[in-house]
């Protein structure tokens, strides 16, 4: 049975969308708010954690996706070259760096204008390719920041067609 099958009723808050998700996939969740939850899952390379946020006023479901990090100071501003890379190749969302909360962020906003609904197979899809997208470049940020290879050559290892498992 199909996610969407489940709801038959017009008016579902998004973030109870997320919860179901959330419950379906057996992720650890907490629902901070009404218009907040938060859940850990789990990668290839680590666990990201992600918050997904409902904003009325701006009709807007916001998705957060992180992970610590804490380069080397001298290994920021290289860290900033490969960011703009790995925007420019995403299709969705985009990367950044938190500083001081010492964080790689992944963030998407969905837009639902106009009374709009998400299905949770639109949901189920935003939180999977946050993922993907976190676990295809996160090779990358480690041969950029720890590797001493410059965003191009990190840039390699996010391309390259992966064929079976290491």
């Known amino acids: 049975m199909a996610l969407s099958e489940q709801y038959l009723e017009d008016d579902i808050h998004p973030i ?10 057996e992720w650890e969740f907490d629902r901070i708010g009404d218009d907040q939850i938060a859940m850990a899952v789990e990668g290839q390379w680590r666990t990201y954690s992600i918050t997904l946020a409902w904003s009325g006023y701006d009709e807007t479901l916001r998705l957060v996706c992180t992970y610590e990090m804490d380069p080397p100071q001298d290994k920021v501003q290289p860290l900033y070259e490969l960011l703009n890379l790995m925007n420019d190749a995403c299709w969705v969302g985009a990367f950044t760096y938190w500083a001081d909360q010492k964080l790689m962020v992944y963030r998407y906003g969905l ?21 993907m997208a976190a676990e295809r470049y ?14 191009k050559e990190s840039m390699q290892v996010a391309i390259a067609e992966a064929y079976g498992r290491a």
């Open 16 to 25: 109870d969308i997320v919860e179901h998700i959330a419950e379906h996939h």
């Open 111 to 131: 837009a639902l204008n106009g009374g709009q609904m998400a299905s949770p197979e639109q949901v189920d899809t935003l939180i999977s390719t946050a993922v």
């Open 138 to 151: 996160y090779p990358a940020i480690q041969l950029n920041v720890w590797g001493n290879r410059t965003a």
